[in-house]
């Protein structure tokens, strides 16, 4: 049974950077689509970006492109999302998402994954 724990989240000022990591126990992440769903207070749930198994393919939302990077170190088994120049609507609680993909080499930062870990708090203000 894949787990996923993230942390790295925080308060930060609008302008700052945060990186976020998801470190997975009980399988091996290589062979797992993984993304990162926000949700803000209020809003509904956003997935913002994934990485697939294979490639890998990388996909943002409009509303991060440019600011955050997603990336994966399967030595350590763990995939991190680097968020820059951060704004207040980042704010919210971002969740590791995870689904089982071990041939595929495309993933999509909004469809339904399967697996979730407990979420990490981002604040962003002044």
């Known amino acids: 049974q894949l787990q996923l724990v993230e942390s790295g989240g925080g308060l930060v000022q609008p302008g700052g950077s945060l990186r976020l990591s998801c470190t997975a126990s009980?399988?091996?992440?290589?062979?797992?689509?993984i993304g990162w769903v926000h949700q803000g207070p209020g809003k509904e749930r956003e997935g913002v970006s994934c990485?697939?198994?294979?490639?890998?393919?990388?996909e943002y939302a409009d509303s991060v492109k440019g600011r955050f990077t997603i990336s994966r170190d399967n030595a350590k088994n763990t995939v991190y999302l680097q968020m820059n120049n951060l704004k207040p609507d980042d704010t919210g609680v971002y969740y590791c998402?995870?689904?089982?993909?071990?041939?595929?080499?495309?993933?999509?930062?909004?469809?339904?994954?399967?697996?979730w870990g407990q979420g990490t708090q981002v604040t962003v203000s002044s």
């Open positions: 009980g399988s091996r992440l290589q062979n797992w689509n």
């Open positions: 998402v995870a689904d089982w993909a071990p041939y595929l080499s495309v993933c999509t930062a909004s469809a339904r994954y399967k697996y």
């Open positions: 990485i697939s198994t294979n490639g890998p393919f990388i």
